[in-house]
Structures are given as C-alpha cells and as structure tokens.
C-alpha cells in the first residue's frame, strides 16, 4: 500500500495537478517570472532545448556593459560586486582591522591623484628590492666593448623576483602537492607559470579577440597574430621606457636604441613562448631527480649545444629563493625535484639560450618583465596608452565601460577575497544553505552509488574502490569553517600594513605576503583546505584532496535559493553532480580516495572505459555554432563533457528520490502545464543562458575546455532518456537522436 501511494504521488506530480497548493513564495514567484520570460515557446524543446529554455533571456536579462559576453553566472557576479561595493563604502567603528583594510584598499585603488603624485617611486623602489637598475644598462653611457662584457647576476634576480612578485621570467618554479603522494609537498620545476595575481598587460592576451582587425592588419594564421602583438609591444616597450627616462639623469634613447630594445623583448618573449608551447607537460605525470643528478643532465646538454655550463644553477636558484624561509633547510643531497612529464626539455632549452645571450638582454627583459607587473597601476597617462593599445590583444570577458569603482571592487575581491566575505556574508543563511547543499550532494551521492552499482563492465573490487572514494569526497561549502572563529580573521592578515594614498605600494604588500608563504608549506603536512576565494563564481573539484569546492558565491540567485526544490537540484544540483562526476572523468579516475596519481582501477576497467570514452569524443568532435568559425574538439573538453552527461543525469535522480521521500512539491505560477520533471530540465537549462557574442563562441571553440553554452544544453539533454521522456520526444528529433552517447557506446559511470 504504502509503494502504491507513492508511486501515485509521482504519477500526479508529473501530470502537473496541484494537489498541493501553488508555491506563492518571493523565491518562487521571481523564479517563475526568470524563467516565463527567458523562454522562446515558439520553439520545439525536442528540436532545440537551448533556444526552447534561453530564447528570450538577452531580451529580458540586457548586459550592462560590464563584460563582453553576460550570462546566468556573470548576473551572480554582478549581484556579489554590489554587495561587495555597498560593503566597501560602509563606515563601522567596530569593524576588525582587515575589514577596515579592505576598505583602505578600494580607497586607494580609487585614488588616482595620488598614483599620479607617486609615478614610478614604487616600482623603482621594488626594481632596487630585487636587484634590478631603475633604467636598464643598455641605455647607459657603457660604450658598447663594456655593453658587450656586462655582467648581470640573471639567476639570484630571477630568484628574488620569483619571491617578491610570485612571478617566473625563465624558469618555472613552486611547492606543490606531491601527487604520488598528496600528504606532502614538493618542489616543482620546469616551464614559467602565472601565479603572480597583478593585472598586467599582454599577460592574456589570445589570438582571435578582434579576428578581422587582425586579418586585416597581419598575414593570416598564427605567424601573422604573432606580428601583430610584436607590433602593439614594441609600441608599448618604447613609450614605456621613454616616460620612466624622463625622470632619469639620462638622455631619452634614441629611436633606433629603442627600436633595438623592443626587438629584443620581442624575440625573448618569443622564444619563450615556443620553448613552453613546445615542450608542455603531457598530463599530471611527473619524473623526480636529485639536484646533482638533474644538474649533470643540464650541464650535458648545455656543454653540447653551447660548449658553456652554468654549474650549481639549480643550487645557487634554489638556495635563494628558500633564503630566510621559516622552517625550511634545503638539503642538496637528499632533497627531489620534481618535472611534470614533457617539461625537461624546456629546462634544457631555456638555459643553452641564456647561455647564448648577452647579460645587457638578459637583464632589460627582466626589467621590462618586472616593470610590466606594475606600470599598468601607475599614472593616468601610462594606463591609458597601455590600455588603449593593448585592447585588442585581451581575451577578457570584461569590457572597458565598466566603471572605476567596479574595477576596484573585483580588485579588492581578488586580494583581500576573505576579508570582504566577513563583511558581506549572512552567517544564518549561509550556514542553513551550506547544510541543505551538502544534504543535495548526499542525494546525489546516492544516485552516483545506484549507477555504478548497476554497471557490467566494471569489476566488484574497481566498483568498492570508486564508491569509497566517492562517499569519502570531502565538500567545502561556502567559505572556511575558521573565517567567523574568534580572531581568525586577524590571524589570516597579521601583518599587513595598508596606506589610503599608495594604492601599488598596497598591491605589492599583498603580494609579497604570498611566495614566503607558499614555500614554507614544504616541509608541512598537507591537510584538505578551502582553497578558493568565497566570492568567485564557480565551482570545483580538487583532484589532490578528492573534495569539491562550492564558493559563497554559487548559493546565490539565479543558481540557488529558487523556492522549489525541482530548481535547486536543476541548477545548482546539476553544478553538484558535475563536480563529483570530475572525480571519475578521464583525469579524475587517475586520483585515488585520498588524491594520489595511481592507477587504482584494473586494466580491464580502464580498457573498457577508454573505449567507451570514444563514443563521447566522436559525438563532440567538430560540432559547430551557425556564423562562428571553429569546430568544437572531443578530445580537449572530453572531460567537462563526461562531467556535464553525468552531473546532469546524477542530479535528475537525486531530486526524483527526494521526491519519493518527501512527496510533491507544490505547483510553480505560470507554470501549471509543465511538470516538475520538466521544470528540472529548464532548470538546467536556465542556467547556461547568456548572451554571448561571435568572438567569444569562436574562442571558446578554439581554447577552452568547455563547449559553448548550447551545445552544454543541447549535448547534455539529447543523452538523457529522462528527458526525452519528460518531454515526449520522438527517436530522430534533434534531443533524442536515434544514436547517442547512451547507446551502444553508454558510458555507464556517467548516467
């Protein structure tokens, strides 16, 4: 009796009758009016679910000139910087310190008076800090038989630039999770990397911003973009180094100086560029080596190729950068280093050229280097020319219009992201929506553990093994569990000294907090952490903790907070369900329970799922939008693919087993024809609305590991047989072809 009045609870609730009553709440009635007026119903759900779902969404939800592509996620971003904007101008006399810090710094960044009264002193105080001249040597009075034997220490200024500005030149170099062994850390060498947080020019730039400028201005194809920035850096290289010379002793440079100036920053970047292009790492594998040993193979091939060595590079490199570091004593002899897979070569490569460049290059490339992290925080002038001539080259999802106080709110949320979450976040709401998530991802959970139960090709000890480590997937919701405990906050900025008027000077003190930091993790345990800034919109899963990551952020409307919980489980569930189904993907599967790099599954297991994985590239392979140039790849969004198929089909079912436990929910207003399994679907949907222009659908389709928004949807509901159900779509409609993803080639993990 008791399944038979379940079974007509659901039968009712999805033939749309409101045995309860409507859902007349705020949450429920702004969602309803969202969604009605978002939707195109003029088109067929089973033909284009996207366009059925998203159709009217730019009509009804305008960009307001912020970012150059706006979206459900981008309308989260903007509701978290005004209240991170209305928090920033407040006055309390009881605020803690790093609240009225914070403040201190939005103040600072919006005083552009003072930057103009300041000029260059900050970034000739930290040129000096770091071992680097206030105008490099090459424009000197040096003849040129002394420019010709300059000698410049590269390597301790490499080093020290890497402890003061997070920032690689020519090596890349952290302390990083051991992944063959997560309970620790280890040094990890090979091609540069970008943890250095400062804005700065041509630090983004991307091939296809203004694809027809570029065409019209250069050769096609890649040979022809990389003109074009040379061209736009040389512009900024000499008018950059001109306006930093007029406050020298030393006449401007003539023009052919510069000239040679900017064609050796050019050729430097360059090679740069292709050395890492060329010898990237191949995956998340990497090799370890002793310093001598590592240090032979270096001399070797420089001796080869250069018939010069740099001997104890990695000593004399290493030794610098952990100088003065609590806790931490390098040991030579015993100590490893660590190269990802592939990135050997780029060592190699980097320093035979070095070795074969004048030191008077060497250090102007490592002035401009170091210069270009800050220059753009200086002067009106300077950010205007910078900003004017480097705009084509940004890939940026932020558009010029925004105003400066809106620049400066993100900015304080980049740096001071913790201190600002104190003051915006509603502790009650956050710690009851905190919990409510972590009961959504236990449903969902529990939908994961019903699919690999039933999957035939997986052998029972692969089975045991993936659902431990999918019910030990440890969740960080919403923001670190010590940020409200009793002088914690303190604790996190003690230290930090922050001025209203040096607005750089405040930059670099954050900065410099960071890299001493970073390093004397290595000799720490390792411990899972809530890692991200509470205020970013997105969510994660971190492979080395095996834990998934849901910032602040995400419990916010349009992706949660919805009245009904057929919304919640459509949108933020799906959310859920993608992040635990990365744990599991074609990387995640190669991470243990506790996040060790091993093989943990049979070979049978991985054979199979290989194969079956192929049924997603080719399905994926060359899809394209109507009027964008590209083509998506299977192989490069492979794994957001699985994530996105199973998140979507994990998430269904856990919101159809809280129904069964909790009975129909009530009706949505204006949505009384639809029923609640296909308010989920438009749910989902809704979700991945935005209005996005051609150029940056052609650079997600060149780059990213995403598809575009509609084929997300679209991909996503035509291998769900749940949705072609809820929706009646016949086989051969476009949502419910006649082959799939679930047929043939199912790959079972996923659903």
């Not at 001539?389 to 010029?400: A, D, F």
């Not at 929706?727 to 996923?750: D, L, Q, T, W």
């Amino acid at each position: 009796m008791f399944f038979l009045l379940i079974g007509l609870i659901i039968l009712l609730c999805n033939l749309g009758r409101s045995w309860k009553s409507y859902c007349s709440n705020d949450e429920c009635l702004r969602s309803a009016a969202n969604l009605k007026y978002s939707m195109d119903l003029s088109v067929d759900p089973c033909e284009d679910f996207y366009h059925f779902t998203c159709g009217h969404w730019s009509e009804e939800h305008p960009n307001h000139g912020w970012y150059t592509s706006f979206s459900s996620f981008a309308a989260v971003n903007e509701r978290i910087t005004v209240s991170s904007y209305n928090f920033l101008i407040a006055e309390d006399d009881n605020d803690t310190l790093p609240v009225v810090q914070s403040r201190m710094l939005y103040q600072s960044c919006l005083d552009q008076e003072s930057a103009d009264e300041l000029g260059f002193t900050t970034i000739y105080e930290y040129l000096e800090q770091v071992g680097l001249p206030r105008i490099p040597h090459l424009f000197s009075a040096l003849s040129d038989e002394e420019k010709m034997n300059f000698k410049f220490d590269w390597l301790t200024v490499e080093a020290d630039i890497k402890k003061t500005f997070s920032k690689d030149i020519f090596i890349g170099f952290i302390v990083d999770v051991n992944i063959y062994n997560v309970s620790e850390n280890v040094m990890i060498i090979g091609s540069p990397g970008n943890q250095c947080p400062l804005p700065s020019p041509f630090l983004n730039i991307q091939d296809k911003n203004d694809y027809e400028l570029i065409k019209e201005q250069t050769a096609e194809g890649n040979n022809g973009k990389i003109e074009l920035k040379d061209k736009i850096r040389k512009k900024v290289v000499k008018y950059v180094i001109t306006e930093m010379m007029k406050n020298s002793t030393s006449d401007i440079p003539s023009e052919e100086l510069l000239d040679q100036a900017a064609f050796v920053i050019n050729n430097i970047t360059n090679t740069i560029d292709e050395l890492s292009d060329n010898f990237t790492s191949n995956g998340e594998a990497a090799n370890k080596y002793t310093f001598h040993g590592l240090q032979e193979e270096i001399d070797k091939f420089t001796m080869e190729n250069t018939n010069k060595k740099m001997p104890d590079f990695l000593q004399k490199y290493i030794g610098r950068i952990f100088e003065n570091i609590e806790n931490v004593t390098i040991d030579f002899n015993e100590d490893i280093m660590y190269i990802q897979d592939g990135e050997k070569p780029y060592i190699f490569h980097i320093m035979s050229f070095l070795l074969d460049t004048s030191d008077i290059y060497i250090e102007l490339y490592m002035w401009w280097s170091t210069v270009l992290s800050m220059i753009i925080n200086t002067t009106t002038d300077v950010v205007e020319y910078i900003t004017k001539e480097t705009e084509v080259l940004y890939v940026s999802s932020h558009t010029n219009s925004r105003s400066k106080s809106v620049e400066c709110v993100e900015l304080v949320n980049t740096f001071m992201g913790m201190a600002v979450t104190y003051g915006i976040a509603d502790r009650a709401f956050a710690n009851k929506s905190g919990l409510h998530v972590r009961h959504m991802l236990d449903d969902i959970r529990e939908s994961f553990k019903s699919s690999v139960e039933g999957i035939t090709w997986m052998d029972e000890e692969t089975k045991k093994a993936t659902l431990d480590k999918s019910e030990n997937m440890y969740s960080f919701i919403g923001y670190p569990s010590w940020l409200f405990e009793d002088g914690k906050i303190e604790k996190y900025y003690e230290g930090l000294v922050i001025n209203e008027t040096t607005f750089l000077q405040n930059l670099m003190k954050l900065v410099e907090r960071e890299m001493p930091k970073h390093l004397s993790k290595l000799r720490l345990v390792n411990k899972k952490e809530f890692i991200v800034n509470p205020t970013e919109v997105n969510a994660y899963n971190y492979f080395a903790d095996n834990s998934i990551i849901v910032p602040l952020a995400f419990l916010t409307y349009p992706l949660y907070h919805l009245g009904l919980e057929v919304l919640n489980y459509g949108s933020i569930g799906t959310v859920l369900g993608h992040e635990l189904t990365h744990g599991f993907d074609n990387k995640g599967r190669k991470h243990d329970i506790q996040g060790n790099y091993k093989q943990w599954w049979s070979n049978a297991t991985i054979e199979t799922f290989e194969r079956k994985t192929e049924c997603f590239v080719k399905q994926y392979d060359n899809i394209t939008i109507e009027g964008a140039e590209g083509q998506v790849s299977g192989e490069r969004t492979l794994g957001e693919n699985i994530a996105d198929n199973g998140g979507l089909n994990h998430a269904y079912r856990a919101y159809k087993n809280y129904m069964k436990r909790s009975g129909c929910e009530p009706s949505l207003p204006g949505f009384e024809n639809y029923t609640h399994d296909q308010l989920f679907f438009i749910a989902f949907g809704s979700i991945w609305c935005e209005n996005a222009s051609t150029k940056d659908i052609e650079e997600q389709l060149e780059s990213d590991a995403h598809c575009p928004n509609p084929i997300r949807v679209n991909m996503g509901v035509s291998n769900s047989k749940d949705f072609a159900k809820a929706f009646h779509c016949k086989v051969g409609s476009k949502m419910n072809p006649e082959k799939n993803a679930r047929y043939g080639e199912n790959v079972n993990i996923i659903e």
